[in-house]
């Protein structure tokens, strides 16, 4: 049996970005920013979660966490060089600025963890996600009136 040990958590701020410097920063072209919810909430189409608001950041790039599985509905995930094709396809660069974001968080650990596994360096965390952006009246936000769905 193995020994019981001890695990000291040694949270990384420099890998959250924040309200306030994304408010400033999400239409700099420099950075990336990756919405991993289903295209229906993206577009503002789907509301599950009761945002006040819907939609997305403007100029996000939605990229569900599924396409990181090779079937969604077992959360195997890709071998390295079909996740890296699916994030090119996405049009990301592993060399820009990357900020990924969900609803709360929860999805985002899926694309961070893809992300920095492939070697991308500059990868950051928006936890608060749609459930803060969203509940504000003082952030932009995109709707699109139709949705077409391929990632299903």
């Known amino acids: 049996m193995p020994e019981p040990g001890a695990f000291a958590p040694r949270p990384n701020e420099a890998m959250r970005i924040r309200l306030d410097e994304l408010k400033s920063r999400h239409a700099d072209p420099e950075l ?3 919405n991993v919810l ?5 577009a503002g189409a789907d509301n599950p979660f009761g945002n006040k608001r819907v939609g997305h950041i403007p100029g996000s790039v939605n990229l569900p966490i599924e ?6 509905d077992v959360p195997t995930i890709k071998p390295a ?4 094709t699916v994030l090119a396809e996405a049009g990301l660069a592993p060399e820009q600025e990357t900020v990924v974001h969900c609803q ?4 985002t650990t ?3 963890f893809v992300t920095t596994m492939l070697g991308w360096n500059n990868v950051r965390a928006y936890d608060a996600s749609m459930a803060e952006w969203a509940n504000r009246d003082d952030t932009a936000l ?3 009136l139709s949705v077409r769905s391929t990632w299903r």
Do not use: K, N
């Open 110 to 112: 899926m694309g961070v």
């Open 81 to 84: 060089a079909e996740l890296q």
């Open 142 to 144: 995109t709707v699109r």
């Open 67 to 72: 396409r990181f599985f090779v079937d969604e």
């Open 104 to 107: 709360a968080g929860v999805r």
């Open 38 to 42: 289903w295209p229906e909430m993206y």
């Open 32 to 34: 990336q920013i990756v």
